[in-house]
Structures are given as structure tokens and as C-alpha cells.
């Protein structure tokens, strides 16, 4: 039996899942996590064939697990399914080690193809047609330039949050978001809040 941990802090989503895993594949043995210290936790004790993993859970981010996997359990395969559309969050899932970037959207029969080539060892891009191919420009936009942290607080920023509700929210020091924020504003050559908002309804980065 091939061992797969599920990582969703939604009852339901990890019991859809689970369901079309198992109809799919007979010989599956499917464990659940409901947070990013459990699915690691897990990890470190027992050996895993694959990890699908959602990017939204409380405490650490998906991003931080797959780092964290892949320190422990570099074998493990991971797949993210995520709420969050590709041009949000799939190029930095899969810089920091996913093998696969699926949206919670996508077809019963898409997770089956990308779970069946991920376990035999290769990776797995879907990308909407109306995207056009992936990695085919030659740069991307400003936010791409930006650390995964960086990245959150543009976010964050985006739909109107302060800067001391982002530095409860991520339990960071004011003057640390504060940081974070003026780096932003310089990466992306942006002069003000307002204008990173404005940005990040136009990219579609809303969280």
C-alpha cells in the first residue's frame, strides 16, 4: 500500500478528496491533517508516497509545509490543491518543491492524471488555456519579484488591511510589517498603500 497524507483544514474537502483517491487508486492507504504542524509532525515520524496539500491553513502557511516536507521527507512528492488561482500562487508552490499545482475547481479526472504521474515520478502542470503555456515569459510582473512574506503583506495590504492588524494577524511586530511594506512599495516602484491596493485588484491577488 502507497501512503498519502491529506492536508486540508476543511472536513469536507478532505473527504471529497479522499473519496476520489480511493475510487481511483486501490492501493492507497490515506491519512488526514487538519494543520501545517500536524501534516510536518507527521513527517518527521513516518514515511509518506505523497502529500497533497492545501496553501490556506491556520498557523504555518502552505508554502512554509512544503519547505518543512521537503527537509524531512525529500522523497515525498507533494501536490497543492488550493482555492487560490494559478497566477496567485503556483510558481512560488513549485520553486519551494510542489510537484503539482492544482486549483479546488478542477475536474475529479485532472487530480487522478496529476496524482497518477506524481507517483510515478514525474511532475505535473495544468494550466487554464486561457493563461497560454506556463513559464513562457520572459519576465514576470512586479510581484514576482517579491519574497513569500513580502507576498502575504502585499496581499494583505491589498484589501485594506493596516499595517498593526497585518502585524496581529501574522504575529509580527508593527515595525517588522512596516519593513515589509516599504520593501514592497520599492520592489514594485509604488509610492503609496493606495496604490498597492489599486494593484492588487487589477492582478486579481485578492486573498
Not at 475547481?105 to 507517483?119: D, F, G, H, I, Y
Not at 510582473?141 to 502575504?152: G, K, M, T
Not at 502585499?154 to 510589517?177: H, P
Not at 511594506?181 to 491577488?205: C, F, P, Q, S, W
Request: aromatic share 4%; with cysteine.
Amino acid at each position: 500500500m502507497r501512503r498519502v497524507l491529506l492536508v486540508d483544514d476543511h472536513p469536507v474537502i478532505r473527504q471529497g478528496i479522499r473519496r476520489i483517491l480511493t475510487n481511483a487508486f486501490t492501493d492507497l492507504d490515506v491519512a488526514e491533517a487538519e494543520t501545517g504542524e500536524q501534516a510536518v509532525a507527521l513527517c518527521e515520524t513516518g514515511v509518506w508516497d505523497l502529500v497533497v496539500l492545501d496553501l490556506s491553513l491556520p498557523g504555518l502557511s502552505g508554502l512554509e509545509v512544503i519547505r518543512d516536507v521537503r527537509q524531512v521527507q525529500p522523497q515525498a512528492p507533494i501536490i497543492v490543491v488550493s482555492v487560490h488561482p494559478h497566477h496567485q500562487f503556483e510558481r512560488r508552490a513549485m520553486s519551494v518543491g510542489a510537484a503539482a499545482y492544482l486549483e479546488k475547481s478542477a475536474a475529479p479526472e485532472e487530480m487522478v492524471k496529476a496524482v497518477t504521474e506524481v507517483l510515478a515520478g514525474r511532475s505535473y502542470a495544468s494550466t487554464p488555456a486561457s493563461e497560454g503555456p506556463r513559464g513562457r515569459a520572459p519576465q514576470g510582473p512586479p510581484h514576482e519579484r517579491l519574497s513569500d512574506r513580502e507576498y502575504q503583506v502585499l496581499r494583505m495590504l491589498g484589501v485594506g488591511k493596516t499595517v498593526s492588524e497585518i502585524a496581529a494577524e501574522l504575529t509580527l511586530s508593527v515595525k517588522t510589517v512596516s519593513t515589509y511594506r516599504t520593501r514592497v512599495l520599492e520592489k514594485m516602484d509604488l509610492r503609496t498603500t493606495a496604490e498597492l491596493m489599486h494593484y492588487v485588484i487589477n492582478h486579481g491577488l485578492n486573498p
